[in-house]
């Protein structure tokens, strides 16, 4: 049994979309895009018993249990130690504006001319990681994050489970990502930007990553059919990214208006994430969203009587 709960009572829903780059004999003839109001979307949650059963359980044990594959446990960094995540990095301070240095494409993947997957914003690595594993042959993977410590460890998995279709990159993707991009000896199919850091305050807007010289970088370089899928489970974020994506509806199509499989809301929200795994900032978001629901349910009984 599930129920449906409004946006406005439920703060934590992870929005979700994803565009597409149509194939350039069609581009003259893409659909045009079909949002153009405020986003109010609905999510399901789990049954109160279900939720209950799920508070018994730490979000940080849900994520293990969500990446148990890639057995991660025991391998452990010993140049950067246990890592704590800061989440807020002002991507404007002189020292994060060097670009990237460009890597040996030859030398760090197996393959260099497969298809590439860029995440901006990887984090810790682990979802790209679980995406790189099960696609060992067929495509290639880059992780670009701004905290020096996670792209170590991250590397430092790679090795550990002798994967040679994935890296990471110590990088400003607003700055770098052209660059490096611009180098590679493949395609580029795939841009994902995950639950990037919201900055809050409207002064700090500007440090945002999804800013307009990013997006048209990330666009001129798609290959036809190329995608795009953006993820926030902040509402003002998760609209602030779609309104830059939408300033390019010339080359960019919602991908609801191609593959019909891709369930959407009325408002053009993916209902699910279309990679197969959540996020790790998405299962905390929908683990604290729960907290919620079970606390207004359990104050709903109260006054109920």
């Not at 003259?28 to 109001?37: E, K």
């Not at 810790?124 to 410590?149: C, D, H, Q, V």
């Not at 000896?185 to 930007?193: C, D, E, K, Q, T």
């Not at 809301?265 to 996020?279: A, K, Q, V, Y």
Request: hydrophobic share 40%.
């Amino acid at each position: 049994m599930f129920s449906a709960v409004p946006t406005s009572l439920y703060p934590n829903v992870v929005q979700k979309f994803l565009l597409i780059t149509p194939p350039a004999v069609a581009l003259s003839h893409s659909p045009p895009f079909r949002h153009l109001r405020r986003p109010h979307c609905t999510i399901t949650v789990c049954s109160p018993s279900a939720v209950t059963e799920l508070q018994e359980i730490r979000s940080p044990e849900l994520v293990a249990r969500e990446y148990a594959d890639l057995d991660l446990s025991d391998k452990f960094c010993k140049e950067v130690g246990h890592v704590r995540i800061r989440q807020h990095v002002n991507p404007l301070r002189s020292s994060l504006m060097i670009p990237a240095e460009v890597p040996d494409w030859n030398e760090v993947y197996e393959d260099a001319k497969l298809p590439l997957m860029v995440d901006i914003g990887s984090g810790s690595g682990r979802f790209l990681m679980w995406l790189a594993k099960r696609n060992p042959t067929f495509r290639n993977y880059l992780g670009l994050e701004i905290r020096p410590k996670l792209v170590t460890r991250a590397n430092y998995w790679v090795n550990e489970l002798a994967m040679r279709n994935i890296h990471f990159v110590f990088a400003n993707a607003t700055i770098s990502f052209k660059q490096l991009i611009s180098t590679y000896p493949g395609p580029l199919m795939f841009v994902s930007i995950l639950c990037p850091d919201p900055h809050f305050k409207k002064k700090h807007h500007k440090r945002r990553v999804v800013q307009k010289p990013l997006v048209e970088s990330v666009v001129d370089s798609l290959m036809p059919d190329g995608q795009v899928f953006i993820q926030s489970d902040v509402l003002e974020v998760a609209i602030d990214m779609r309104k830059y994506f939408d300033a390019k509806l010339d080359k960019l199509v919602h991908v609801n208006s191609i593959d019909t499989n891709m369930l959407c809301d009325t408002e053009g929200w993916l209902l699910n994430n279309p990679l197969g795994i959540r996020t790790e900032r998405e299962i905390h978001a929908e683990y604290e969203g729960a907290r919620i629901y079970r606390r207004m349910y359990q104050k709903r009984r109260l006054y109920s009587g």
